[in-house]
C-alpha cells in the first residue's frame, strides 16, 4: 500500500545512501535474516489492539507466534502467557478473582499479573505447597497513542520510545486507525507497503484516487535517513508509449494532477508537516512500520506478525492538529477516510498479499525499494523470532 | 466431571492401597503404556450407541480408531468392518438384499453379517469364484442397559458382564442417557471425570450447583477397591483465606450447604444405594469408566476413544428403582437433569477438554488423582491400541 | 457411470485381442505406469471449459495439477502459465490493457498472449530493461465441439484430431453436455466408467433405469479395437438364484426388457449410428474418454485430471442428426437427459468415486474391464504428469 500523490518531490535530508540495482537472484538466500524472519523479529515492541478494547476480562492475542493473554487491572495493562502450566488450559479463558490476579478457568491456579506469579490456588488451599514456586512468563506493556503496545524479546526492554516515530510523541494530533488481521506473512504486507511499483498499476481503480492522477511510472532511489529507508523519486512520467501497444496512462479528463509543489517551485510542499521535517513521501523502518505523508496527514500501517500466513494490519491516519481543525479531520476520518482509504484502498493491497507468492522471483528497476529494505535488515540484523516450520509455532 | 456433593464420606470399604504424592514430572514418559494409548485399549466392550438407534439401515461408527458398520437383524445386532474389500467402499453405506447380510453399494457384494463371509456377489452370478472365498473382519457386539456394546480385541472376548458395573447387573432401575462426540482426546476426558480439583471452581457456575455449596479445597486419597480407584477425602474445607489477596468460598447465603450425612453421624449416608455397598463418591476403573454416586441416584460416563481427538461421551443416570418412584425419575430425568447434568454441567467439561493442551503439564497435589488413575492402567497393563500418528489411524 | 442397455450386443468388428483374468494382486505395483499417474498424462489434449464460457477477462483452470490462465481475444482463446514470474500473482486477476496482451493486476507486467513474452512493464516505463527478457510459458489450445480443448505436454503437440473420436469430427451433429468439478483421483472416475460390474447394483435405483431392465449379470471379454478398448457380453443373465439366500433380479414388472435387438435377429441393432461403425456399447481409450453407444445416441464422458483429489468430468450426449430432429434431441436433452443421466445417474457414480478407497483392492471376474484398461496404459506407455506427494502439486 502507497499512493503516488506528490511523490516529485526531493527528501527534506540528502539521503545517506542510496542504491540502484536490485538483485537478480531469484530466492531469499542472499538476505538471510530476512529469510528466516517468518515470525518476524524479536526484541521490539509491537500495537496489538486498541486500548479501549481491554477490560478486565482477558482476551487472546498471538503476536510473533506467541500466545499472549491481555487483561487491565485500573489503568494498566498486563499481558501473560497464555498458557496454565498446569495442564495447558489457556489463561485468557480465565476468571478475575482478586484485584492484580488472573484465576484459570479449570482449577483456580491464580497468577500475579505483574509477577506472574502464581499466587493461589484455590482448589489447594491457602497452603499449597505449589504455590509461589511457579511462574508464567510475563510481557513488557505500554499504552501509547491509544493502543497497547507488546514487548516481545528478550531481557529488559528499551524505552517505547524509540519504536514510536518522535513526530507522534512530540506534537499535538487527531488520529483515526483501523486494525485488521489479514491472510498473508507480514513480510509480503511490508514489501508491499514499501514497493516503488504497485500502486500506479494496483490502485488505479481505488475510489481513493479517483479524481487524482497517479505517474505512469517513476526513477526512484531509496535513502536512508535515520531508522527510516526512503524512497526518493528522480524522474516522474505521467503517461508512456510502448510501441506496437500503445499509451497508457492513470490520466483521466476528470481526473486533477498534483499541484507543482516540489521544493523551488515556490509552494509549501506541506503545509502542515513540513515543519515535522518527515524526509520523503513513503519511509519504512524496523520492525515493519510504514509512514506514508500526505501534505495534510500522515498515514502509518504497522505489520505486527501474528503467524506464518497472519499479519495484523494497523492503520493510522494522524493530522497535527487540535481544536475545531483536529475534531474536523476526525469526522472526515470517519466519514470517508476511513473507508476509502483504509477500507477499499488498502483492501487491493491485502488482495496481493493474500495471493502472492515468492519466492522464486524475479524483480525489476522499482523493486531496488523491496531489496532495499531487505538491505536494511541484513544490516541491522534483528533478531528472527526462530520458527519451526514443522509446528507453524515458534521454536523453543 | 465430577460433583464435590457429600465427598467427605468415607468409603464404605477401606481402601486396598492409597498414595498421596503426584508425580513431579512434566511429561507421560513415565506412564509408557497410558502414553501409548492414544486411542485407547483394545480387549474391553465398549457402549457406542443406543440399541433404539439401530434399525436395518447400516450405520457407520468410529471406535479406537477401527470403522465399523452396525446394523440390526431382528433382534440381534451385528458390527463388520465398515469397508468392502473389492475397492474399499464403506459398507454403511450398503443395501440390505437378503435377510442375515449386507450387500455393498457399489457392486453388490453381499456379506454375511453373522460371519463376515462373502456368500454372494450380485453382478457375478452365483458360480462367482470370489464368492466364499473372502471376508471381512466382524466384532462381537452385546445388547445391555440399552445400548450397543463392541469389543474391539484378540481372541475371544470375555463376557461383557466384567465390564459393566455389577450394581448395574444385580438390581432393578430406570435411567436417562446422552450419547455425544466431544472434542479432545478420550485421556483429558477420563482425567477431567476423575479430576479431584477442578469441579470447585470450573463447575462453581454451573446451574446444577446453584442451591448446593461445593467445598474450597480437600485433601484427598485414592483407594483401590476392587476394578475401581476412589476418591477418599480426608479433609473437606468450606472456605479459605489467601493472605494478600482475599477469602475464596462456594458459599453463598441462597445456598445450602451438603447435609451432615458422614457416618458416625447418625445419619443414612445414600439411603437408596446404600445397599449396594458403592464405595466412595467419585470412582473410574478400566477401560475408562467414571461412578458417581449421589445419595439417590448414580452418574456414569464412559469416555469411549473415536479417534485421537474425538471421545465418545456416554452418560447415563440411573435411580435403583422401579415402579412410580422409577417413572417420577424418568420424568425428573427428563425434565432437569439431562439439560443441567448432563448438559450445561457436563459441557463445562467437554469445554476444558477441547482446550486442555498437555503434556507438559505440571501438577498439583489434588492430582493425585490423575496420577493414581495412571498408575492404575500402568499396574494394569491394557493393550494400547497401536497409533500411526502420520495417519492418524491404528497402525496395521 | 455405464448402463447396462443392450449389452449382448456383439462387438462390429472382432476384436483384436481379448483378456479373460483379472489379476489377483492387490496394489498397482504390477502397473507402475498407471500407478505413477496420479495426475494424469502428458501429452495429451483435454477438453476443458466451454469455448461460449471464455471472454476477454483472464479465468483460472487446473489440469493435471498445472494452473493455467485462459483468455479470449477475437475468436482465438490462449492459454498461459497462471504465474506472473515477478512476485507469484496469478495471471487470472489480471487485466487486459492491449490487445493481444494480459497485464498482471499488481505491477502491470504485461504478457503477450500467443507467445508467452514479457512485452511491457507499465510500471518501469518503455526502456524497462527486463522487457523482452521473460516469458510466461504458454500451452497449445484448440477449440472443437464447442470446447476449448488445451495441451499438455512436451515439444509440438500431435493434432487434436488424433484425441477425438472420429465420428464426431466427420459427421454432424447435435449435443448438450455437462462440465462438472468432482471429488476423487480421474483413476477412479474412469475406472468406475469402464468397470463392467457397478451399473447393474449401484444404478438398479436411477431414475434414468426407471422404466428399463438391466441386466443381473454377464460373462465379459474387453478387445481393443483401434485406439479403445470395448467390452463384449458373452452372456447376459437377467436374473440369478442365490441359494440360501434367494433371487436377485433388476427385473420388475413395470420394467420393459431390451428389444430383442441383438445382430442376426433380423433387426436394427443401432438405427442412427450403425452407419458410424460403433464397435461396442462401452469403450474407453487414452488419456480418459470412455464412450457408451446407445441405439439413438452417444454419451461421451472424459475424466480430465485436476489435481490428485478431483476430476473435471465433461459429458456430452450427441445425437448424429441436424435440422427438425437435431432440434428436437436438443430440446430432449435439456428437458431430460441433463437432469437424469448427466445429473442423477451419474451422481451415483459421483459418489462411488468419492468414498472409493483402493488399493489394496480384490478384484473379481468382472473387474476384467478396469485390469484391461490398466494394461492398456502399461501397453501404450503414456508418460506420467510427475507428481510431488508432499506438495500435492507437479514435481518440476
Given amino acids: 500500500m502507497t499512493d503516488q500523490h506528490a511523490e516529485r518531490r526531493a527528501p527534506a535530508k540528502p539521503p545517506a545512501r542510496s542504491t540502484t540495482r536490485p ?29 479501549r478494547d481491554i477490560g478486565d476480562k482477558p482476551q487472546a492475542v498471538t503476536l510473533l507466534g506467541e500466545k499472549i493473554m491481555v487483561a487491565r ?6 499481558a501473560l502467557k497464555d498458557r496454565c502450566p498446569h495442564r495447558g488450559v489457556p489463561l485468557s479463558h480465565g476468571r478475575r478473582e482478586f484485584p492484580g490476579t488472573v484465576s484459570c478457568a479449570y482449577h483456580g491456579w491464580t497468577f500475579d ?4 506469579n502464581l499466587s493461589a490456588v484455590l482448589t489447594d488451599g491457602p497452603e499449597s505447597p505449589i504455590c509461589g514456586r511457579l511462574s508464567v512468563k510475563t510481557y513488557p506493556v505500554e499504552q501509547r497513542l491509544g493502543l497497547v503496545w507488546i514487548y516481545v524479546g528478550d531481557g529488559e526492554p528499551h524505552p517505547i520510545e524509540q519504536d514510536i516515530p518522535a513526530e507522534l510523541l512530540d506534537n499535538d494530533h487527531v488520529m483515526g486507525g483501523k486494525i485488521d488481521l489479514r ?5 509480503f504486507a511490508a514489501e508491499n507497503g514499501f514497493d516503488e511499483g504497485h500502486a500506479k498499476y494496483l490502485h488505479n481503480t481505488a475510489l481513493w484516487r479517483l479524481f487524482k492522477v497517479m505517474p505512469a511510472w517513476n526513477k526512484t532511489r531509496v535513502a536512508e535517513v535515520g531508522p527510516w529507508l526512503i524512497r526518493v523519486q528522480d524522474e516522474v512520467h505521467w503517461e508512456a508509449d510502448y510501441p506496437g ?26 503545509p502542515v508537516i513540513a515543519g515535522l521535517d518527515i524526509p520523503g513521501f513513503v519511509s519504512i523502518r524496523l520492525p515493519g512500520l510504514l509512514r506514508v505523508a500526505y501534505p495534510h496527514f500522515i498515514h502509518y500501517e ?25 475534531l474536523l479531520f476526525k469526522f472526515k476520518y470517519l466519514s470517508a477516510i476511513r473507508w476509502l482509504f483504509h477500507g477499499q484502498f488498502t483492501a487491493q493491497d491485502a488482495w496481493m498479499v493474500d495471493v502472492m507468492d515468492a ?3 524475479k524483480l525489476y528497476r522499482p523493486d531496488l525499494s523491496i531489496t532495499g529494505w531487505r538491505r536494511l535488515i541484513e544490516k541491522a540484523r534483528p533478531k528472527p523470532q526462530p520458527y519451526d516450520p514443522a509446528s507453524g509455532s515458534p521454536r523453543a
Fill in 359 to 361: 519466492p522464486p522471483e
Fill in 183 to 187: 491472510a498473508g506473512n507480514w513480510r
Fill in 302 to 326: 504497522w505489520y505486527v506478525p501474528v503467524d506464518a500466513d497472519t499479519v495484523r494490519y494497523v492503520q493510522m491516519m494522524v493530522r497535527f492538529e487540535s481544536g475545531a481543525k483536529g
Fill in 245 to 270: 501497444l500503445g499509451t497508457w496512462s492513470n490520466k483521466r479528463w476528470w481526473k486533477r494532477m498534483p499541484l507543482p509543489d516540489a521544493p523551488g517551485k515556490g509552494k509549501s510542499v506541506n
Fill in 73 to 78: 487491572e485500573g489503568d494498566k495493562i498486563y
Fill in 113 to 116: 499479573l505483574e509477577s506472574g
Fill in 23 to 51: 538483485s537478480p537472484g531469484e530466492d531469499w538466500t542472499q538476505w538471510p535474516t530476512y529469510n528466516a524472519a517468518t515470525l518476524g523479529f524479536r526484541n521490539y515492541w509491537y500495537p496489538v489492539v486498541w486500548e
